[in-house]
């Protein structure tokens, strides 16, 4: 049962150490009361509370860490189905597939790809996640080379995919410290593999074909002392997958199938189909990709789509309202007038960039609105206008007194004139007109 | 312990049906009326009434200065001709509809009024999928263009597009005059595409003749709120809100436009192109789009092979 954050509180140490990174214990509280901290950041916990909330305040899915070290990744700890009814938290990690059938260099080259391959989006670095090492040898010899083979260039999360648990071991006796990914437990031979899952500490796959069996056997696995645990529906077609992955999510939040409430192990090389199983891995709840090599195309588009699925839904769809700058302006640069809308926003800005003009974007308070509809709606009008660039400052950041307006808000272009004071310029309607635009039109 | 693991589905709404396309045994020339939406789940679940599989539209246009370059180059010189550009997608392409953009209009000050009408003709003359059309996007000429669209299509039960909020009189006019149906779009929000709805049929467009688009941001670019607000709707729907309940339309419009596409190295451009279609276009029918569009004639294969297998082989089920 779910303790309401008082409840927690009271069995906190109200020490107010801050080692939790919260400034108080009833801060603590309230985020483990939403479910959005760990009760193990708390280092003064006595035996009771922290058997009391270790159960009450467990995520339906449980949290599962992968890897050691800098890319290591946490999967699972997720409470909704749908991302608009608060946010998915942890993105799936997605891991490069090798086989130990390849020598060491066809390897490497993989290894170095995900090691150093980086797209860089809105100042953030996106980056595959690591590699899963596949025995198609049989020989334990084999995999435990190309396990070498693989740490010998990089320190990167490890899935290790092998069905014998004495060729699964040898690979453990190479990188067992690290924490890769065992995949897999399965009817046959789960004894063998939770053994090795409990003797190096490692996370755990269990795949079955069937969501009855894949219950039954995690809680197999959870008694024979498997740390934490992934579950592998077995899927080989995309609407296979779907439907399993949706009925293990469902079952799991609802907490109605507990022992589902275990991250999702999606293996997308057996579809045939690799970017379009990757696309409805990262929509719909797995959390471990495993791929072939991907093209840069191919790495781009999903590693786009996978921050734009995990983004928090709860941060709003506007821009704070203020002065943007592209490139590095000065005090003759233009200024271009543009709504808080962020989709308007973000096109605006991509095409001013493209136009390799520095200048200063105007973002004013609609609502959210975009320029047609504010226009439409009266949200975006001359006081407003006005209004802002007193506010933000503008007239100390340029010498000049003229405005570029969105090509919608032509109507309203006197107005803006006399109220503000400054010059009106109509743009064009279409951002990807402002580079011509600009090189026609803005001659001073 | 033996229990069944089961998606659980405690929904009683059922999503609207729109048809596209008359035959002509129906008055029209086209080679199918094409039925999308129905049903009541989430996409691809199954169930007892899965509604109907996806179908992907090509987009084209009559002015291809205003299309992106990585397609108008790929396509050579057939991209002069909405005719003959119509054609060889039909043939070629092979996709299940053809969305036609008459982005003539969009030039400052267009007054070719006559040109409209008979572009759209040419393109019914030259193909025989279902055909939807884009008009213009400006409310000074929206009447006199709809009008001319409508006129041409008139027994062809065309898809015409776009209804917003302020400007959704002349569509609406010209589809209720000659029989067509419209594309109502509301900028990513639940409530807004509501509105819309309202709007439309108190204007007297009926809901078996409403689309809904609820604007898809290209991937990158907002693309989230998009996929988020079609989950929404659908949800919505099955909920029981019957002014929701209406087929969608996705369209990523800006997806050759942005930086990552068009600044692609030379050689990686049109796999770029068609990677960030195919993302995006399955990603929306994931969402619960009934028809989702691509440009790059190259994304039209995976985008069909994604869908059938998301789909299996019996409607919905394995």
Redesign the interface.
Known sequence: MALKALDIYKLLPKKNCKECGEPTCLTFAMKLAAGKADIEKCPYLDEEASRILGASTKPPIQRVKIGVGERSFAVGDEFVQFRHEKTFNHQPGILVAVSDLWPDDRIQDVVREVRDGVLVRIGTDLRLDGIAIRCESGSAEEFSRAVAAVEAKADLPEVLMAADPGVMEAGLSVCGAFRPLIYAATDENYQGMCALAGKFGCPLTIRAESLESLAKLSALAAKEGAPALLIDPSATTLSDYIKKATAIRQNAVSKTVPDLGYPIFFDTTVTGMQDAALALGVDKYASVLVCDRLSIPSRNALLTLRQNIYTDPQKPIQMNPGIYRVGEPVRDSPVFLSVNFSLTYFTLQGYLEASGVPCYMLVVDTEGYSVLTAVAGGKLNETLVAESIKKTGLESEVDHRTLIIPGYAAPLSGKIEDESGWKVLVGPRDAAGVAEFLEKEWKK | ?P??????SEWTGEIGEVTIGATKKEGGSRCAAIVIGGGSG?P???GSAPGRKPLIAFEFCDDPKLWSPIVTEFEGDVVNDAGAWAARAEERHRPDLLRFYLTST?RRGFQEFSQVGRSVEEVLERSTLPLIVEGS??PAIDSETFLRCGEAGEGERLLLGTA????YRSVAAAAMAYGHSVIAQS??DVNLAKQLNILLRETGVPHDRIVIDPYT?A???????S??AM??IR?AALKGDEDLAMPMISSAI?SL????V????PG?RG??A???E???A??SA??GASVVCVRHPDTIV??R??ID?????TG?G?
């Open positions: 312990m229990m069944k693991v089961d998606i659980i989430f691809f679940l199954g969009r996007i400006d917003e909020e302020g400007r900028p990513i941001g991937l990158g670019y907002g693309f989230e709120y996929y988020s989950e929404r949800y800006d436009n942005i930086k990552e068009r600044e692609a190295d990686q796999e770029m068609v990677k960030w195919l993302y995006t399955v990603s994931i969402a995976p985008l092979s994604a297998s998301l789909w299996g082989k919905g394995d």
